[in-house]
């Protein structure tokens, strides 16, 4: 089973940046979708961005973080990076790396319910 160990989380002002990283115990995943969510108190857990590369890369992001985040990997480091410019207040929660993406009818790159491993999540807060 894959481990997901999430870093980078912290404390900034709004305008600021943070990069979230998350590195992966097995070499499983380069050919499969890698997700960032994140969850703030009180609210579900929401979809921020998801990177595919088995052959050509595809890459989503939420609508409220589209030219404000960069998701991106190394595979030969299975490690997955978040790039999280322009932050804002409503950007604070804990962010959650995610992968084991679940192939089928109903499956989409936003949805928890879609991936089966996930990391312990790491805390960003964005002060104004």
């Known amino acids: 089973q894959v481990q997901l160990v999430e870093s980078g989380g912290g404390s900034v002002q709004a305008g600021g940046s943070l990069t979230l990283s998350c590195a992966a115990s097995?070499?499983?995943?380069?050919?499969?979708?890698m997700a960032w969510f994140r969850q703030a108190p009180g609210k579900e857990r929401e979809g921020v961005a998801a990177?595919?590369?088995?052959?050509?890369?595809?890459?989503d992001y939420a609508a409220s973080v589209k030219g404000r985040f960069t998701i991106s990997r190394d595979n030969a480091q299975r490690t997955l990076f978040l790039q999280m410019n322009e932050l804002k207040t409503e950007d604070t929660g804990t962010y959650y790396c995610?992968?084991?993406?679940?192939w089928g009818a109903g499956h989409f790159w936003y949805r928890p319910a879609s991936y089966h491993d996930w990391g312990q999540g790491t805390q960003v807060t964005v002060s104004s």
């Open positions: 097995q070499d499983t995943y380069s050919s499969d979708y």
């Open positions: 990177i595919f590369s088995g052959g050509n890369v595809k890459i």
């Open positions: 995610a992968s084991g993406f679940r």
